[in-house]
């Protein structure tokens, strides 16, 4: 009995753990640009003190 709780429990565990590091955040999205069109992204957001996205 205490070997089905402890898989029970670590199966749980498990299960919580993967849930908790999906997201459904949209903002963050990956596009492929060129490097002048990176840099002159990241100037225009630091002119306009947008730090988080001229990083």
Aim: charged share 25%.
């Amino acid at each position: 009995m205490t070997a089905k709780w402890l898989k029970t429990t670590v199966l749980g565990v498990a299960l919580i753990s993967v849930a908790a590091c999906s997201s459904k955040d949209s903002e963050d999205r990956y596009v492929a640009r060129d490097v002048e069109v990176l840099y002159n992204l990241g100037q225009d957001n630091l002119k306009k003190k947008n730090y988080r996205f001229a990083a």
